[in-house]
């Protein structure tokens, strides 16, 4: 029996194929966080589970990316809040709701023609909102301990 018979060959192909696998997961999170910013400015598209989605991609395909998203300065600190069931901040809950309606009103009475289609903007509207108000709401007290 040879030496090296039974043990993985580092640079085989095990290797290419993990850091294929490693970089279509980067590729799928990084899809997924440019979806999530732009569900920030476009109500229709849901912020949180496209980060929560690019996070888990993130802890699959690189440490390093998982980091850089979980420390992010504008997001960062939501999706661990979340994640860890903490709930989010009064305010956001607010600022989400109301840029909701606002997008979605505006939408569904100004732009949008046909009556289906303004049905399915509240309806949408609706499900959101009931969303955004079942989430544990994160205390003041929690958000000042965080932060020290």
């Known amino acids: 029996m040879k030496e090296n018979e039974g043990q993985r060959n580092p640079g085989g192909s095990s290797s290419i194929l993990r850091k294929l696998t490693n970089r279509i ?29 690019a996070a888990a991609c993130y802890a699959r395909g690189s440490k390093r990316f998982y980091t850089w998203l979980l420390n992010n300065k504008w997001f960062g600190e939501y999706i661990r809040n979340y994640r860890e069931g903490k709930g989010v901040p009064m305010r956001v809950k607010i600022i989400s709701l109301s840029l909701l309606w606002l997008t979605i009103g505006f939408s569904a009475f ?23 108000i079942l989430l544990p709401t994160l205390k003041k007290t929690e958000q000042q301990s965080m932060r020290r």
């Open 110 to 132: 100004s732009v949008v023609p046909l009556l289906i289609g303004k049905v399915i903007l509240i309806m949408i509207a609706i499900a959101v909102s009931l969303h955004l």
């Open 25 to 53: 997961w980067i590729a799928v999170g990084t899809i997924l966080v440019t979806l999530g910013v732009i569900g920030i400015f476009l109500p229709l598209l849901p912020t949180t589970p496209f980060l929560l989605a």
